[in-house]
């Protein structure tokens, strides 16, 4: 199972950023796939999902109206549509799958390895 996340970077209040998480591994149509976010000393906050079967999706209170996520079966890829970034933003942002996961607060099996996001007042 590999999860590769990218589109981080440095940007400024109000702009957007798209992040990927690139699936092989497994049975993609099987799994939810989810982003969570962490700073250094914080604990690690889920930011939304996506079961792909279903196309269900949920999205944490601080995110909710400014992220979207979505999928493309077909190249096995999910996606973070970022607007309206904020400094509270800020963070490695990493994507996860578990074929069981219906909830932020679940376990979660599988992890990448995360990428940079940086918002600047």
């Known amino acids: 199972v590999q999860l590769v996340e990218s589109g981080g970077g440095e940007v400024q209040a109000g702009e957007s950023l798209r992040l990927s998480c690139a699936a092989s591994?497994?049975?993609?149509?099987?799994?939810?796939i989810a982003w969570f976010r962490q700073v250094p000393g914080k604990e690690r906050e889920g930011v939304s999902l996506?079961?792909?079967?279903?196309?269900?999706?949920e999205y944490s209170d601080s995110v909710k109206g400014r992220f979207t996520i979505s999928k493309d079966d077909a190249e096995n890829t999910v996606y973070l549509q970022m607007d309206g970034l904020k400094p509270e933003d800020s963070g490695t942002y990493y994507c996860a799958a578990d074929p069981w996961a219906r909830r932020l607060t679940t376990h979660w099996d599988q992890w990448g390895r995360g990428t940079q996001v940086t918002v600047s007042e």
């Open positions: 591994g497994f049975r993609f149509e099987r799994y939810a």
């Open positions: 996506i079961s792909i079967s279903d196309g269900y999706t």
